[in-house]
C-alpha cells in the first residue's frame, strides 16, 4: 500500500464538504424560489418580450446552479466509472430519440411551471375579447383566437399544465397503489395473491372510455348530483367533469404498475438478501418496501413515464368527445374539439392545428422518453 | 506411443472486444501448440482469456470482439478436403471466408458449451439434432443416419437409445444433456473438439462419468480435445498437457505430472497452491495477492508483475517470450525463471 | 459435560405439493428427513451432498428461515438451553443472535439498492445492539476491517465491489450480531480459485478469534475437507455417513460416500492415476417419491441383502469412535 492515508479522516473531510454544499444549495434554491414567488409575475412585468427574457434567464440560472451543484457533489464523492446512475445517463444520452424525448417533456414542464408568464395574455377571461373571435394567427395573436376571443397561445400555454398536472397526479397516486398492491400480492402469493388480481383483472376488463362516457353522461342528466359535484369541484379549484376523469383514470389506472411491480416481486423475493434479512429479523414490513419494492422501481418509472403520455391522451380524447374539460378549463383536448368543428374551412385551420402538434409533441416526447429509460436501464432487454 | 503430430498451431492471438467502457484487450499474444489424439487443458480464472481464445479460434466472437493478430495453422488432411484446398501445408483459419468457416466448424473443429440448454434446440427432438449434423457430415438416407445416431447414443450411454432417440431435451437430465451435446458433436467427427467447462453445471457423480466418457470417446474417434476450466482437478483428472493462462496470455505449458509437481511461473504456483487438496492437509491456503487485473487498463510489460514476488523493473517493461525450460516441452514466459527454480529447488518441489 | 452448542434431533422438513386432476393428491418432498446431529465451539461441520440432497434446505431450517414439521433444534449459547423450534420472542432476539447465515451467490446476498453501511448495520439495528448513528457507523467500520476491507466502504453500493469482496461484506453482515453459529450454504462456490483461497483463510481466523462454529454447506470435498472437523454426508435428506472428518475421509465406509469421494476430481495427477474408480449407475430419483428402504439402494454397487435394502430404512449406526453410518453392511 502507497503510504498510510487516514481513510477514517478523509471519510469525515467529505462529509464535512458536503454537509456544506447541501447547505449552500439549499439557501440558493430557497432565494431563487422566493424570487420567483415574488418577483417574476405577470402582474410585476408586463411587457411580453421582457418577461420572456427573464423567464429565460431564471432557467438558466437554475440549470448552471444545479449543474454546479452536482459536479461539487461529484468530485467530492467520486464514485468511478462503472456507477449505474452514471451508465444509465451515458445510455439515455447516446438514444438520440430519447434524448429529443427528454427535450420535450422538460420544455412541456417549463411551459407549465411558468404558463402565466410565458402566456401572452392572462387566465381571467374579459368580455372585451368577444370581439376579436376567430381571428387568424397575427403580431399580436400568435396562433390567432378562438370562438370566445381567447388568445389560442395562450389558451396552450395553460393547458399544459391542465396535461402535466393530470399526467403526474394520476401516475403518482396510481403507482403508490400498484406497488402497494403489487408487493402485497406478489409476496404473500396464494389466496391473498389470488384474491386481489382477480380483483384487478376485473377493474381491466372495463371497458373504460364507455364508463366514463356513462358517468358524466348520467351527472349531466341529474342535475342536483350535478350541482353537488361541482361545488366540491370548484372547492377543489378543479372543473368538475375533469375531475371525474382524473378520478375514473385513478381508480382504473393502477393494473398495469401492479402487474409489473407483481412479477418483479415473484423473482426478487426469492434473492439472497431478502432471506438474509429475514434471518437477521427484519420485520415483514421492512422486507416488503425497503428491500423488495424499492428494487422495483427501475421499471415502474418506465410504465409511469408511458402512463403520463396515455393519461394525456385519454384525457385529451374524453375533452375532444365534451366529456371532460368544460368550456373554462383550456384543456388541449378540448381545444381541438372546437377547432374541429372549423377543421372544414381551411381559414380556420390553425385552431385545429396548434393543440393538435402540442399534444402530438408532447405525448410522443413521453413515450420515447419511456421508451428510452427502459433501454437504458437494461440495455439486454432492447428488441 | 503417442507420435507427436501436430494438429493445430496457433500463434500471438490478440482478440479486443470494444465495449461502451472501453477496449478490452482480452487475448494479448496466445500461442500453443496441439498434438493429434491429445487432451489439452486450458487452466485460468475468470477473464483470463480461455474461452474467449476457443471463440477467435472458431471465430465465433461476439459483433464487439475482433481477432486483430495472430495465426491458427490447422493440419488436419480431412478438412482440407472438405474445403478442396489441395495446397500443401496447413489451412490458415484466421484466413478462411465465412461460407468456408462453416465447413470447419463442426466437422474439423466442434464446441462444447458449458449450458447444455443453449446449444440444444428445445423444439427438435433429440434424434432430429443428431440427425441433422450426421446427414450433414455423410451423404446419407435416413434410415442409414438413424442408425448411426442410435449407435452415438448408445456411446454415450444413454439407454435405450430408441426411447432417448425421440425425446425432447427438456424432457432430460442435465448429464443426459450434456451426454448428447457430445455425442452431437462427436457425429461429423470431429479433429478437435473444444470442451468450455462442460461439467461445471453437473453434479460430482455425474460429472465423473461425463469426463471419463469423454476420454474414451476421445481415444475411439481419434479426436484432440482442448479442455476449459477453472477447476484443477478436471485438470489433473483427463488432460496430458496443461496450458496455464493469465489476463490474456498463456504463461506455463507443460504435461501434467510436470506442471502439477514442479510448476515454473509464479502464477502457476499460487494457483495450485490456493486449490484445498484431499491428499494433503494443510493450516491456511496460500493465495495470490491482488486481484485479477483490469483488461480495459491491464499492466505494462508482464501482466502478473504487481501481484508477482518477482517483479522487476524489466517486468514492468517488456512482455516475456514462453520459452522452453528445464525440458523441450515445459514451457514459462517469465523474466526470472530461474530464480524461481531457485527456490523452487530450494523446497524440493511445490508447497 | 457439558451441553453442546447446538443439538439437532430428527429434523424433517416437507414440502407439500398438490397434484392430480382436482389438486387431491398430496406429494411430500422429504427435503431434510430425519437429520441428527450436535456442534460444538471452534469446531466445522461440513455437510456435503449433490444438488438435490437437501443441504440448503438443512441449512436454511436451521437458521429459520423454514419452520422445521419435526424434531428438534436447541441452542445452547451460555448454559441456558432455547427450543430454535417454537421460541418465544425473547428466545427469537437470542436466537439472531447465536446462529447467522452466509449466502452463496454474491451477486444476489446484497440489496443492490442499499449502501454498505445498511446491509451491514441492518442487524444492528434490528437488534439493537449499537445506539445512536456513530455508535453503529463505528461499528460497521470494525466489522468490515475485521474481514480486510477498508472504512471508505461504507458508503459505497454492492455493485462497486468484486465477488469475493461481497462475500466478505455478507460475513461481515453475518458477524454483526456476534453469532456464536455461522451457517454457511457455498460460500466460495461462485468465486475464483484464489479468491475462495482469501476467503477459507479468513473463515478459518475469525473462527480461532471468536470462538465460533461453523456449518459449512458444500458439494466441493476438497474445501470441506480442508474446512471442517466433523463431516455429514447428505443424500435424499438422510444423512448417510457422519462422523469425524479425518476418518470418514480416509475410511469411508457408505457406498455414497466412496463414490462421491472417487469421483471427486482430485489436483494431483499421481494420487488420481492410482484412485480407484466407482461409478454409480442411474440418476439421482425423485426427491417426491423417493425409494423404498434405503433411499441409496437404486444405485448401490455393494447391495449386501437385496430384500433388506429395498424394504427397511437404515439408521445412523456407530461403527467406531465418531463415525456413524446407515447402511446394512455394518448393521446385521
Redesign the interface.
Known amino acids: 500500500m502507497v503510504g498510510q492515508v487516514d481513510f477514517k479522516k478523509l471519510e469525515e473531510e467529505k462529509k464535512k464538504l458536503t454537509r456544506r454544499l447541501y447547505l449552500q444549495a439549499i439557501v440558493v434554491a430557497v432565494v431563487l424560489i422566493a424570487v420567483r414567488l415574488l418577483l417574476i409575475s405577470r402582474e410585476n412585468i408586463d411587457a411580453w418580450g421582457v418577461r420572456l427574457a427573464i423567464v429565460g434567464i431564471y432557467i438558466l440560472v437554475w440549470y448552471l446552479f444545479l449543474d454546479y451543484v452536482y459536479k461539487r457533489w461529484r468530485d467530492i464523492n467520486y464514485k468511478g466509472e462503472r456507477d449505474p446512475i452514471n451508465r444509465f445517463v451515458h445510455r439515455l444520452y447516446q438514444n438520440k430519440l430519447a434524448t429529443l424525448g427528454l427535450f420535450v417533456v422538460f420544455s412541456v414542464a417549463i411551459l407549465a411551471l411558468f404558463a402565466p408568464e410565458i402566456a401572452l395574455y392572462g387566465s381571467d377571461y374579459e368580455s372585451e375579447w368577444k370581439e376579436f373571435a376567430l381571428m387568424p394567427p397575427s403580431r399580436e395573436h400568435p396562433f390567432g383566437t378562438v370562438s370566445s376571443g381567447e388568445d389560442l397561445f395562450s389558451l396552450i400555454c395553460y393547458g399544459s399544465q391542465i396535461s402535466l398536472m393530470l399526467g403526474l397526479g394520476v401516475e403518482v397516486i396510481v403507482a403508490v397503489i400498484g406497488i402497494a398492491l403489487g408487493v402485497v400480492s406478489g409476496y404473500y402469493g396464494g389466496a391473498i395473491d389470488k384474491i386481489i388480481h382477480y380483483f384487478t383483472d376485473v377493474i381491466m376488463s372495463f371497458p373504460f372510455l364507455i364508463l366514463v362516457i356513462v358517468l358524466v353522461g348520467a351527472l349531466r342528466a341529474n342535475p342536483a348530483l350535478n350541482e353537488r359535484i361541482i361545488d366540491f369541484s370548484k372547492s377543489l379549484g378543479m372543473d368538475a367533469h375533469l375531475l371525474m376523469v382524473f378520478l375514473a383514470l385513478t381508480v382504473f389506472g393502477w393494473p398495469g404498475i401492479f402487474r409489473q411491480v407483481r412479477g418483479q416481486v415473484f423473482s426478487i423475493k426469492e434473492r439472497d438478501y431478502v432471506a438474509a434479512a429475514k434471518v437477521v429479523g427484519a420485520s415483514r414490513s421492512s422486507i416488503l418496501f425497503r428491500h423488495i419494492a424499492i428494487n422495483t422501481l427501475g421499471p415502474v418509472i418506465v410504465v409511469m413515464t408511458l402512463g403520463i403520455a396515455g393519461v394525456i391522451l385519454t384525457e385529451a380524447g374524453l375533452s375532444f368527445l365534451g366529456f371532460g374539460a368544460d368550456i373554462t378549463t383550456p384543456s388541449w383536448g378540448r381545444l381541438l374539439s372546437e377547432g374541429n368543428s372549423f377543421v372544414t374551412q381551411s381559414k380556420y385551420l390553425y385552431l385545429a392545428l396548434f393543440p393538435g402538434i402540442a399534444l402530438f409533441l408532447t405525448i410522443l416526447g413521453f413515450t420515447t422518453l419511456g421508451d428510452g429509460i427502459r433501454d437504458a436501464i437494461d440495455p439486454r432487454l432492447k428488441l | 506411443m503417442k507420435d507427436k503430430e501436430i494438429l493445430m498451431e496457433v500463434k500471438d492471438l490478440v482478440t479486443r472486444f470494444y465495449t461502451e467502457d472501453g477496449v478490452v484487450k482480452a487475448l494479448e499474444g496466445v500461442s500453443f501448440n496441439l498434438y493429434k489424439g491429445e487432451t489439452l487443458a486450458l487452466v485460468g480464472e475468470t477473464g483470463c482469456g480461455k474461452s474467449v481464445t476457443a471463440l477467435s479460434i472458431l471465430r465465433l466472437l461476439s459483433i464487439s470482439g475482433k481477432t486483430l493478430k495472430g495465426e491458427v495453422l490447422f493440419y488436419d488432411d480431412e478438412t482440407k478436403k472438405r474445403l478442396d484446398m489441395s495446397k500443401e501445408g496447413p489451412i490458415e483459419i484466421l484466413k478462411l471466408e465465412q461460407s468456408d468457416m462453416l465447413k470447419v466448424r463442426g466437422f474439423g473443429m466442434a464446441l462444447i458449451t458449458q449450458d447444455p440448454m443453449t446449444s440444444l434446440n428445445p423444439v427438435y427432438t433429440v434424434g432430429d439434432q443428431l440427425m441433422e449434423v450426421i446427414k450433414l457430415h455423410k451423404k446419407l438416407s435416413d434410415d442409414e443416419a438413424k442408425k448411426i445416431a442410435i449407435e452415438l447414443l448408445e456411446d454415450v450411454e444413454l439407454t435405450p437409445p430408441e426411447d432417448i432417440f425421440k425425446k425432447y431435451p427438456h424432457q432430460l437430465s442435465g448429464g443426459q444433456r450434456q451426454r448428447i451435446v457430445i455425442s452431437i458433436s462427436l457425429a461429423a467427427e470431429p479433429a478437435l473438439i473444444f470442451a468450455d467447462e462442460p461439467t461445471t453445471a453437473l453434479d460430482v457423480t455425474i460429472q465423473a462419468r461425463v469426463l471419463e466418457l469423454m476420454q474414451e470417446l476421445k481415444e475411439e474417434f481419434q479426436t484432440s480435445l482442448i479442455l476449459i476450466t477453472h477447476n484443477l482437478g478436471i485438470v489433473a483428472e483427463t488432460s496430458d498437457r496443461v496450458g496455464v493462462m493469465y489476463a490474456g496470455r498463456v504463461v506455463e505449458i507443460a504435461d501434467k505430472y510436470t506442471l502439477f509437481k514442479r510448476p515454473l511461473h509464479p502464477y502457476s504456483q499460487g494457483l495450485i497452491a490456493a486449490v484445498p487438496v484431499i491428499t494433503e492437509k494443510r493450516e491456511a491456503l496460500s493465495y495470490i495477492a491482488g486481484t485479477v487485473p483490469n483488461l480495459i487498463h491491464p499492466p505494462s510489460g508482464c501482466r502478473f508483475h504487481p501481484r508477482c514476488p518477482y517483479a522487476t523493473e524489466i517486468c514492468k517493461e517488456k512482455v516475456p517470450e514462453l520459452k522452453a525450460v528445464e525440458t523441450d516441452d515445459h514451457f514459462v514466459e517469465c523474466w526470472h525463471v530461474d530464480e524461481v527454480i531457485k527456490d523452487l529447488d530450494k523446497k524440493g518441489g511445490v508447497c | 459435560m457439558k451441553k453442546p452448542l447446538l443439538e439437532v434431533e430428527g429434523l424433517k422438513k416437507y414440502f407439500s405439493f398438490q397434484k392430480g386432476l382436482f389438486k387431491r393428491q398430496t406429494f411430500y418432498l422429504r427435503a431434510v428427513d430425519d437429520v441428527t446431529f450436535s456442534l460444538n465451539r471452534k469446531k466445522t461441520l461440513g455437510v456435503v451432498g ?2 438435490g440432497c437437501g443441504k440448503t434446505t438443512l441449512g ?1 431450517t436451521l ?3 423454514y419452520k422445521p414439521d419435526e424434531g428438534s433444534i436447541t441452542l445452547t449459547p451460555d448454559g441456558e438451553s432455547i427450543d430454535a423450534v417454537n421460541p418465544s420472542d425473547e428466545e ?2 437470542t436466537i ?1 443472535k447465536t446462529i ?2 452466509v ?3 454474491p451477486q ?6 442499499w449502501p454498505i453501511r445498511n ?1 451491514v448495520g ?2 444492528l439495528d ?2 439493537k445492539l449499537t445506539s445512536g448513528r456513530k455508535e453503529k457507523e463505528n461499528r460497521v ?1 470494525e466489522l468490515l476491517e475485521t474481514v480486510g476491507l ?3 466502504h ?2 459505497r453500493y454492492p ?2 465491489f ?1 465477488g ?1 469482496q461481497r462475500q466478505r461484506i ?1 460475513i461481515a ?1 453475518a458477524m ?2 456476534q453469532p456464536d453459529i455461522i451457517v454457511l450454504d457455498e460460500p466460495t462456490s461462485a468465486v ?7 476467503v ?2 479468513l473463515l ?1 481466523s475469525l473462527q480461532e478469534e471468536r470462538n465460533m462454529a461453523y456449518i459449512f454447506i458444500s ?1 466441493d ?3 470441506v ?2 474446512m471442517a472437523d466433523e463431516i455429514a454426508v447428505q443424500y435424499l435428506g438422510q444423512i448417510v455417513e457422519y462422523g469425524d472428518s ?1 476418518k470418514v ?1 480416509n475410511n469411508p465406509l457408505h457406498p455414497y460416500t466412496k ?14 492415476a492410482h484412485k480407484k ?1 466407482i ?2 449407475k442411474g ?2 430419483p425423485n426427491a417426491i417419491n423417493p425409494p423404498s428402504g434405503c433411499r441409496f439402494h437404486t444405485r448401490c454397487q455393494e447391495l449386501v441383502d437385496e430384500n433388506k435394502c429395498k424394504s427397511q430404512c437404515p439408521m445412523l449406526k456407530e461403527v467406531e469412535k465418531d463415525h456413524k453410518v446407515a447402511c446394512w453392511i455394518y448393521d446385521r
Open positions: 449433490e444438488s436454511k437458521v429459520g428461515l427469537l432476539k439472531r447467522q447465515m449466502f452463496q451467490d444476489s446476498s446484497l440489496n443492490p439498492r446491509i441492518e442487524p434490528i437488534l467500520i477498508k472504512p471508505e461504507i458508503n455493485h462497486e468484486s469475493g455478507g453482515r454483526a450480531s475464483d480459485v484464489s479468491v475462495q483461497a482469501q477459507l483463510n478459518k458439494h470435498l476438497g474445501v475437507h480442508h479425518e475421509f463414490a462421491l469421494l472417487s469421483a471427486l476430481p482430485v489436483a494431483d495427477p499421481e494420487f488420481v474408480r461409478i454409480l440418476t439421482l
